[in-house]
């Protein structure tokens, strides 16, 4: 796997906690040039400083004026992305609720986080993306789904629909963007041990469920099959100014 | 022509089509590829634009100004090539603003969170080296929450980056956006890949299009950085040796690929684009360039010259102008074919250079 990532150029949003910190450490460690976006400075400032060489970026993905404003910093000091993780979520309403009892403003929120966000992210590096396929280093995105996407659980009304949009808008991507050579994968984690399990469900018994780091070794697994390998022209850094 | 002056792409955008034949067609923008054939190569500009314009203070006097970066400098990363104007901002057209305070070595710049000093004077009031006092991440960071596009009078409402950004803009490294690659959007990639038409990029750092000052304009472009990945270099000599051609998607591509296909061969990798190209250059890579409309006398007009002889341009132009084209860089479109070649023999750029300077000559002599 350290060969694998070496000079692989990877964007995680949501980096400083749960999954999206497990995946920025496990990617950073196998020698991936990481980019990170989270919305708490000192939180993205001491992820940094642990992972040394990443590339923390202060910014919210519900908030449309922060987009291009992220995408400038991640492009210009990264150079480009191969791999985009849309990681960072909004539960909707904590603790969970019914959707009788859901206000629309924290629906409203999860779906500009989990369905805008995500797709507005995915915008803004469209062309990195496709750059990065045609000169055969392979380009994939991955959204980080969830079992309440598939599946009806009372209480997961807004995150599930949300995530239920975002695994569609997943599959029509992957559908029109095929031919240009980026993959779109909608993948879950499954139920891990994370601060917004936590926010969710309370009283869970923390012991029944997965390390992030488990699930940060199944996603970078899940890439390493989906990119080809050795990276071409892994070491060499795309500059033009 | 009139001005465009939304920033957006519109669906109804016109396209004319100056062939290699000489004859003029007018068309939509939308039906582009219909006139791409099976094997061109379209080369695009895949640069992002940077929010390069930083509105601040001048320390010493306590005046505003506004900084527009133009180029990076060659001595450091955090080292740019600045326009600096005075009091004032976009609304203003450009010639009409003031110029800023004196500037002088060591003058420090507040621009929001960023500080830069001005490092040397480049022989004209508003063009300065600047250095920013900042890491690299800071630089990022404050070019990236406090700048704004650069934009011009013709554009009333103040442009967000995603207006400047073309749908393929990858890296930021433009300082105003690569506009002809506005006429680009996914379902012409995706109708090229499906008429046999391979798509390419390059990234060029294009610079300022404009300062407001004659004597400043007449040395634009300055020179410009670009990287041409190795897949895109060799897409190109492929097609070359197939006789296939290479469509340029705007001014910036050409300038280039003709930088780096000096020598007939298009080298892949990093370099810088000092030349400008006109009337008197023969085009060694390029064989047709899609562009914005521009007006005669810009260094992008000069351009076109290299593909076209004066007549059929100005034949173009009067077509642009009797069917109300849009100008600028939200505007309509044009297709230039190169005039189909005569004997190489009388392409020498010699003779040619010759006969371009006698017509200019005669061009100021009329006047």
Redesign the interface.
């Known amino acids: 796997m350290q060969q694998a990532l070496q000079g692989l150029r990877v964007i995680v949003t949501g980096g400083t906690s749960g999954l999206g910190l497990a995946l920025v450490s496990a990617l950073h460690a196998a020698g991936a040039r990481v980019g990170f976006v989270a919305r708490t400075t000192d939180r993205v400032a001491e992820v940094e400083w642990l992972h040394g060489g990443t590339?923390g970026?202060?910014g919210d993905v519900s908030v449309k004026?922060d987009?291009?404003?992220?995408?400038?910093?991640l492009?210009?000091?990264l150079?480009?992305v191969d791999v985009l993780i849309n990681n960072a979520s909004d539960l909707g309403p904590t603790p969970l609720a019914l959707l009788g009892d859901t206000q629309c403003e924290d629906f409203e929120r999860a779906l500009q986080t989990n369905v805008l966000g995500a797709f507005r992210v995915i915008k803004?590096l469209?062309?990195?993306l496709?750059?990065s396929a045609?000169?055969?280093r392979g380009a994939l995105v991955i959204n980080v789904s969830s079992d309440a996407a598939v599946n009806a659980y009372a209480g997961w009304g807004a995150y599930g629909a949300s995530k239920a949009a975002l695994a569609h808008l997943t599959k029509v991507w992957n559908e029109?963007?095929a031919?240009?050579g980026v993959r779109f994968l909608a993948l879950d984690p499954g139920d891990m041990d994370t601060p917004m399990h936590a926010a969710a469900v309370p009283d869970a018994d923390r012991a029944s469920l997965k390390r992030p780091e488990t699930a940060a070794r199944e996603f970078i697994a899940a890439m390493v099959d989906l990119l080809p390998q050795p990276i071409p022209?892994a070491a060499v850094s795309?500059?033009?100014? | 022509m009139i001005a465009a002056d939304k920033p957006i792409r519109a669906a109804d955008a016109k396209l004319l089509h100056v062939a290699a034949d000489g004859s003029i067609h007018h068309g939509l923008r939308t039906d582009l590829v219909k006139l791409l054939h099976r094997g061109d190569v379209v080369v695009a500009n895949?640069?992002?634009t940077?929010?390069a314009s930083l509105h601040g203070m001048h320390e010493r006097t306590g005046a505003p100004i506004e900084v527009r970066l133009a180029g990076?400098g060659a001595s450091a990363m955090n080292a740019f090539v600045a326009v600096v104007f005075g009091a004032g901002d976009y609304r203003t057209r450009t010639e009409d603003r003031n110029l800023p305070p004196t500037l002088l070595e060591g003058d420090v710049l507040a621009l929001g969170p960023l500080q830069a000093v001005v490092v040397s004077l480049l022989y004209h009031p508003r063009l300065v080296s600047l250095r920013f006092m900042a890491s690299?991440?800071a630089l990022?960071?404050g070019?990236?929450?406090h700048g704004r596009p650069i934009q011009y009078a013709h554009v009333g409402q103040s442009l967000?980056?995603?207006d400047v950004?073309?749908?393929?803009?990858?890296?930021?490294?433009a300082y105003e956006a690569p506009s002809a690659g506005f006429a680009l959007d996914?379902r012409t990639?995706?109708a090229m890949?499906g008429k046999g038409v391979k798509?390419?990029?390059l990234?060029?750092?294009a610079g300022i299009s404009s300062t407001g000052d004659p004597v400043l304009d007449a040395r634009l472009p300055f020179d410009e950085?670009?990287?041409i990945?190795?897949?895109?270099a060799v897409a190109i000599d492929t097609a070359r040796t197939a006789n296939r051609r290479i469509v340029a998607i705007g001014t910036t591509v050409v300038r280039a690929l003709e930088h780096a296909g000096n020598d007939g061969v298009v080298a892949a990798g990093?370099g810088v684009a000092n030349q400008r190209i006109g009337a008197a250059d023969r085009l060694r890579v390029v064989d047709a360039i899609v562009s914005g409309t521009h007006e005669a006398g810009t260094s992008h007009y000069e351009l076109l010259r290299a593909f076209v002889d004066d007549s059929t341009l100005q034949r173009a132009d009067a077509e642009l102008e009797a069917h109300a084209y849009r100008t600028h860089e939200f505007g309509d479109s044009i297709l230039v074919e190169r005039r189909l070649a005569l004997p190489d023999s009388a392409w020498t750029t010699g003779s040619r250079r010759r006969e371009s300077a006698s017509r200019l000559l005669a061009q100021v002599g009329a006047k």
Do not use: C
């Open positions: 590339v970026v202060v004026q987009i291009h404003k992220m995408a400038v910093q492009l210009g000091r150079g480009g803004a469209l062309g990195s496709t750059a045609r000169e055969g029109e963007l031919s240009q022209n795309r500059k033009a100014s | 895949d640069a992002a940077l929010p990076r690299t991440a990022w960071e070019i990236a929450r967000e980056l995603w950004w073309t749908a393929i803009a990858g890296p930021p490294v996914w990639v995706a890949r798509f390419a990029t990234t060029h750092a950085p670009y990287y990945p190795e897949t895109t990093p």
